[in-house]
């Protein structure tokens, strides 16, 4: 099978062979074989050849191909929605959204280009100060599998806007979604060469990240790889890096007047997309004593009749799988130990069939766990601590090496106010979930969960760099001369 498009051309990977399957049915949807070391070298040649074509094409031409890709995503949103569904277990409605995003992101992305990396002049003594960008080159985007869509389109496109050229490695979980969005693209009439697509697992990802042609990398994946490619790339200022990884997110609960609104945003927080977002509430704090009591009863009742199926199941569930059976004994593996080290289960996660990565809602509570690892529990596991007064919450909120999202549900406004000082992440919200972040704003955490390169509304800040100029259209000598210089 050809898995990989360089230069223009299907061909096939020589790499290992690996394959996609649906986690739920286990049925093989895709399989082909990675890129090695010299095919990743051909596609950054490719790239690296078609990159000056592509950065001097009028602004306006480029957006034309980005606005006729979103055309296509608009008119295959049907397949594309399935695709992400049968390949990750998200349920219909929810893979149908990412498409949506997908197709936003292009509008989106130019007018921050425009307001970000835009052009800029004005009068400067006797010359013109002109304030222009350049994109850096060839760049790589490493894409995760819980968005395979819409994440690795958060870095494409603003990249491709920039004029940069692009290298796509995406998870190897999920391979066809990958390859739709590459045939989009195709059909959308990118020049050969400006998107190259490399599939493979984590051996074609370490080749490409260490690739001497690549001007930068693009990563959305967890915090352990992100780790890696930042020491991978230390003592080279000249790549640009921008990592988007996991998180710990903490939840606060006050104790506010509206139990179910209460109980429904943090469903919506922990559990959409069966936990996989890594904005999603990990750690839910409550407080001690009889409010806090009967909040976590109805939650549990609730999060009990959540509905977990098929992503294409009739009538459609909330939470579908997650993405393999191995990530679905990981996650009972990761309940069994915390259950063994003193948490309490106050509604067990279960595996209901053994060859199916359907996982049920958990909820544990962790208070009395002395040695709590500060880990991201990537699945429909939250976990809850309970907190003697809001000081004790903060602290315990703040009690993470991530920094990506906090959450505050309360009634107050001064508490609020305290909890958005105080509270260390890159997204603060009051009453609203922490889970569907805004693509019109600037997306990223700080600690582990990233390096200051925040992503969608500010991606275009690490597309493109700045390049200041003073001009003049001639070359006169100046009315004044410096002291000690005299023209004879
Ligand atoms: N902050 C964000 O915007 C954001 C968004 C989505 C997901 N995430 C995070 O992503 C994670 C889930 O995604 P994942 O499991 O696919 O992430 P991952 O880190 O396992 O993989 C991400 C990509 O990196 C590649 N990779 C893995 N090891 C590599 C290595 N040593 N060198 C080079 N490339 C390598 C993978 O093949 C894949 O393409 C979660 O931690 C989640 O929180 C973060
Ligand atoms: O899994 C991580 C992403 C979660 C998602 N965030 C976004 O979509 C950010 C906006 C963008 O990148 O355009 C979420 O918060 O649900």
């Not at 394959?19 to 049915?25: A, D, G, M």
């Amino acid at each position: 099978m050809n898995s990989l498009y360089i230069a223009g051309s299907w061909l096939a990977g020589q790499g290992e062979l690996f394959e996609s399957r649906n986690p739920v049915t286990q049925q093989v949807l895709w399989a082909g074989n990675g890129a090695t070391a010299e095919q990743v070298e051909s596609a950054v040649q490719a790239a690296r050849q078609a990159f000056p074509e592509w950065a001097r094409r009028p602004l306006e031409e480029r957006i034309g191909v980005l606005e006729t890709f979103a055309a296509t995503l608009k008119r295959r949103a049907d397949e594309i929605a399935r695709c992400i569904g049968e390949e990750t277990g998200k349920p219909l409605w929810e893979s149908a959204t990412e498409v949506t995003s997908m197709a936003n992101k292009i509008a989106i992305s130019v007018q921050s280009y425009r307001e970000r990396t835009g052009e800029k002049s004005g009068p400067l003594g006797d010359a013109t100060a002109v304030l222009r960008h350049k994109p850096h080159g060839v760049v790589a985007v490493f894409g995760p599998y819980n968005f395979p869509g819409h994440l690795p389109n958060g870095h494409i496109v603003p990249a491709l806007l920039a004029g940069n050229t692009v290298l796509f490695k995406p998870s190897e979980l999920t391979p066809k979604v990958a390859e739709l969005t590459v045939q989009c693209w195709i059909e959308a009439g990118l020049p050969a060469g400006v998107l190259n697509l490399l599939q493979g697992a984590r051996e074609t990802g370490i080749a490409l990240a260490a690739n001497p042609g690549i001007d930068g990398l693009f990563f959305t994946g967890s915090s352990r790889t992100g780790n890696h490619l930042h020491q991978q790339f230390s003592g080279r200022p000249d790549k640009i890096l921008a990592l988007e990884m996991g998180g710990n997110n903490p939840l606060v609960v006050d104790e506010v007047a509206d139990v179910d609104a209460a109980v429904y945003t943090i469903i919506q927080s922990a559990f959409i997309s069966a936990g996989q977002r890594c904005t999603c509430a990990r750690r839910l704090l409550v407080p001690q004593g009889a409010w806090g009591d009967a909040l976590l009863a109805r939650l549990v009742a609730v999060a009990s009749s959540i509905e977990v199926g098929a992503f294409d199941q009739q009538p459609a569930p909330f939470m579908g799988s997650v993405i393999s059976l191995g990530a679905a004994k990981a996650l009972m593996d990761a309940q069994a130990l915390m259950l063994a080290n003193g948490a309490v289960a106050l509604l067990e996660m279960t595996q209901p069939q053994d060859q199916a990565a359907l996982l049920t809602p958990g909820i544990i509570d962790v208070t009395g766990v002395t040695e709590r690892e500060d880990e991201e529990l990537f699945g429909p596991l939250l976990q809850v601590i309970r907190y003697a007064d809001f000081a004790a919450a903060i602290a315990e909120a703040n009690n993470t090496q991530y920094g990506l999202a906090a959450g505050l549900l309360s009634d107050s406004e001064a508490r609020y106010q305290q909890f958005w000082l105080e509270s260390r992440a890159g997204i603060v919200n009051w009453n609203k979930q922490l889970t569907g972040a805004a693509s019109t704003a600037p997306f990223g955490g700080v600690g582990a969960s990233g390096n200051h390169r925040a992503s969608a509304y500010y991606a275009a800040d690490y597309c493109a760099y700045p390049v200041a100029s003073l001009e003049t259209p001639s070359l006169v000598v100046p009315a004044t001369l410096t002291p000690g210089i005299t023209l004879i």
